[in-house]
Each structure stands twice: as structure tokens, then as C-alpha cells.
């Protein structure tokens, strides 16, 4: 035993540091694992899985831990790359809004072109006058969709909180959205009005994800607050600009713990990529699709390159220099 109370041991070929007096299960739950479903062989013997919450790690112990995937000889799959926020996986790293569409059976197509599983929805009044006039719901089924409420057009702190009550009480929904606006002209977050915001939603039991400054200072307090998941802008809301500080999204990135989403300024496919590849974990857009001349097409087109972002990140892309470094040998040369 090391004198830090660790324990030496291999795990499938990897060496590994774990705390003295640790169970093979704890160590499958540390690494993400259901102990359930994996088998273990520990220093050549099989153990058997009644047994894995009783057996205990020793230092120098070698492990094989393994479960059943799909068979056959093919390349690992690419595409199993799925992200958390408050304990809710997604696959799909594109979100999607709900608004300035023409009409709702609009709003439903490119939702499922998209291949979104969290919406973005605002909290309006009911219209009392026509209780037959058709709903979000009618299009979009919320069983279906992950429907994640905002609090659009909130300017306070008191305002947001308030919608969001709300909202949780006509769909039991604990996950939202906040932003709070500064101010009409640029829609850009009063991170003051934000951080209050938070801190009280959190307490309330509420799981935020928070439209925010690129700032790295502010989002790290934001995470320190309760954050769920931080959601810096791009660029102002609905303005398509683009990613203009991308700096900045890479120290967020770098400096936060929650997942990070890119929010508002997406103006095209490019866009959502190159917020990909520098790291963040989902996309979330509405104008650049709604807006576009097909939003059907838009929204497919948006779902390839947040892939296609997503994979080059993963990837890990080759260095910038300063001059050219010619592809083929020199040597040989006739």
C-alpha cells in the first residue's frame, strides 16, 4: 500500500491507483460500470458477480472486466458518444427551439430532421378566449422530446424565478433553461440578475442550464451556484454572426466542470461545427433554422455538421504551422 492509502492494480491492461479496502464493485461503479452486467476475472480466476460487493481489491491485483457487445469483426463504433447534464443522457448534441416557425407542423418537421431530443419551449399565457386553438403539445409530443421551458423575455431575476415556478407546476418539469436580459437592444444576459437567478432556482430544487456571458470568471460561479450546464453565447441572440470570440469558449470549456453549450449566434452549419470542435458539449439554436429558406433541410443540415464538428473534436486535429510541409516523400525524387 502506497503511503497516500492507494493501492496498485491493472485494470484491462491499464494500471491503475484505487483507495485501500475497495470492493471490485465499487471500483465498477467508480468507472462507470453496472456491476450487474459485467463479468470479472480478477489475477486469472473468475469472480463470481454474487460475490463482487464482498471481494476486495489487493494491491497488485490484475483485472479483466467484460461484458457482451454485438458480434462480429467491425471497427469500434464511432458514433457511441453520447453526453450527460443532471444525470440525463442525450445522443443527439444538437438542441432545438420552438419558435418563429410558420406554423407548428413546421416546427415538428425540423424538429425531426433535426434529430433533436431537447426543445426549447416559452412560457406563455394560455389563450383563454380560443381553448381550442391547436398547441405546442398537439405537434410535439412531450413524452417524446425532452421539453426544456425558458424564461425568453425576462428581464429580472424575480421574472425568470417566476416563470419558471410556473412551469414546473403546469409540466413537472425541474430541468429549464434560464436567461435573464439586460436589456432589449442586444438580448445580451445580466450576469448580476443571472447569478441570483441561479442560486435561488437551485435551492428551489430547480436543475438550470444558464444563457450567459462568454465570460470564464462568470460561468465558473455560475457552475459554483448550481449551474447544470453552462450556455455562453456565440453572438447575440437571432443575429447569426457566428461564433465571435471562440478564445473565450475554449478557456469556458477548459475551466468548467457542466457541460458547456454554445447558445445563440449560429448562423449557419459551419457555425455549429466549429463550436463543436472546440470542445462544447450541444449546440442549441432556433433562428438558423426557422429562419432559413427550407427549415426541413436547414435542420438536417445542422444535425450533420454538429456530427461532424463532434467527430473532429474527438479526432483531435493536425497542427497549424507557419509554412507548408509538402504530403508526398521528397525522397526518390526523379
Given at each position: 500500500?502506497?503511503?497516500?492509502?492507494?493501492?496498485?492494480?491493472?485494470?484491462?491492461?491499464?494500471?491503475?491507483?484505487v483507495?485501500?479496502g475497495?470492493?471490485?464493485?465499487a471500483?465498477?461503479?467508480?468507472?462507470?460500470l453496472?456491476p450487474?452486467?459485467?463479468a470479472v476475472?480478477?489475477?486469472?480466476?473468475?469472480?463470481?458477480r454474487?460475490?463482487l460487493?464482498?471481494?476486495?481489491?489487493?494491491?497488485g491485483?490484475?483485472?479483466?472486466?467484460?461484458?457482451?457487445v454485438g458480434?462480429?469483426?467491425?471497427?469500434?463504433?464511432?458514433d457511441?458518444?453520447?453526453w450527460?447534464?443532471?444525470g440525463?443522457?442525450f445522443?443527439?448534441?444538437l438542441?432545438?427551439?420552438?419558435?418563429?416557425?410558420k406554423?407548428f407542423?413546421?416546427?415538428?418537421?425540423?424538429?425531426e430532421?433535426?434529430?433533436?431530443?431537447?426543445?426549447?419551449?416559452?412560457?406563455r399565457?394560455?389563450?383563454v378566449?380560443d381553448?381550442?386553438?391547436?398547441?405546442l403539445?398537439?405537434?410535439?409530443?412531450?413524452?417524446k422530446?425532452?421539453?426544456?421551458?425558458?424564461?425568453a423575455?425576462c428581464?429580472t431575476a424575480?421574472e425568470a424565478?417566476r416563470?419558471?415556478r410556473?412551469?414546473?407546476?403546469?409540466?413537472?418539469?425541474?430541468l429549464?433553461?434560464l436567461?435573464?436580459?439586460?436589456e432589449?437592444?442586444?438580448?445580451?444576459?445580466?450576469?448580476i440578475?443571472?447569478?441570483?437567478?441561479?442560486e435561488?432556482?437551485?435551492?428551489e430544487g430547480f436543475l438550470?442550464?444558464?444563457?450567459?456571458?462568454?465570460d470564464?470568471?462568470a460561468?465558473k460561479?455560475l457552475?459554483?451556484a448550481g449551474?447544470?450546464?453552462?450556455?455562453?453565447?456565440?453572438?447575440p441572440?437571432?443575429?447569426g454572426?457566428?461564433?465571435?470570440?471562440p478564445?473565450?469558449?475554449?478557456?469556458?470549456?477548459?475551466?468548467?466542470t457542466a457541460?458547456?453549450?454554445?447558445?445563440?449566434g449560429?448562423?449557419?452549419?459551419?457555425?455549429a461545427a466549429?463550436?463543436?470542435?472546440?470542445?462544447c458539449?450541444a449546440?442549441l439554436m432556433?433562428t438558423?433554422?426557422a429562419e432559413?429558406?427550407?427549415?426541413?433541410?436547414m435542420?438536417?443540415a445542422?444535425?450533420?455538421?454538429?456530427?461532424?464538428g463532434?467527430?473532429?473534436y474527438r479526432a483531435?486535429r493536425?497542427?497549424?504551422?507557419?509554412?507548408?510541409?509538402?504530403?508526398?516523400p521528397l525522397?526518390?525524387?526523379?
Open positions: 500500500m502506497h503511503s497516500d492509502g492507494t493501492i496498485s492494480i491493472i485494470v484491462n491492461g491499464d494500471h491503475r491507483r483507495k485501500a475497495m470492493t471490485i464493485a471500483l465498477a461503479n467508480e468507472l462507470g453496472v450487474e452486467k459485467v476475472e480478477r489475477n486469472l480466476e473468475v469472480v463470481p454474487s460475490t460487493a464482498q471481494v476486495l481489491l489487493e494491491d491485483d490484475e483485472l479483466e472486466i467484460v461484458h457482451f458480434g462480429g469483426d467491425h471497427a469500434a463504433a464511432i457511441d458518444d453520447s450527460t447534464v443532471a440525463r443522457t445522443r443527439s448534441r438542441i432545438v427551439g420552438t419558435g418563429k416557425y406554423d407542423a413546421q416546427n415538428a418537421a425540423a424538429l430532421a433535426s434529430g433533436a431530443e431537447i426543445i426549447t419551449v416559452a412560457v399565457r394560455v389563450n378566449s381553448p381550442n386553438a391547436p398547441m403539445t398537439d405537434f410535439i409530443d412531450p413524452r422530446f425532452t421539453y426544456l421551458p425558458n424564461t423575455g428581464y424575480e424565478i416563470t419558471l410556473l412551469a414546473r407546476e403546469a409540466g413537472g418539469w425541474d429549464v433553461k436567461e435573464v436580459l439586460g432589449a437592444r442586444t438580448l445580451y444576459p445580466d450576469m440578475e443571472t447569478l441570483r437567478a441561479t435561488i432556482l437551485a435551492k438550470p442550464m444558464v444563457y450567459c456571458a462568454d470564464p470568471i460561468t460561479r457552475e459554483n449551474a447544470v450546464a453552462i450556455m455562453p453565447l456565440g453572438a441572440i437571432g443575429s454572426l457566428g461564433i465571435q470570440n478564445v473565450m469558449i475554449r478557456l469556458i470549456v477548459e475551466g468548467t457541460p458547456v453549450v454554445v447558445d445563440a449560429v448562423g449557419t452549419a459551419s457555425d466549429a463550436a463543436m470542435e472546440l470542445g458539449d449546440v432556433n438558423a433554422i432559413a429558406k427550407d427549415p426541413v433541410m435542420a438536417a445542422m444535425k450533420a455538421a454538429v456530427e461532424a463532434r467527430l473532429a483531435g493536425m497542427a497549424k504551422r507557419r509554412y507548408a510541409d509538402p504530403s508526398s525522397a526518390g525524387l526523379i
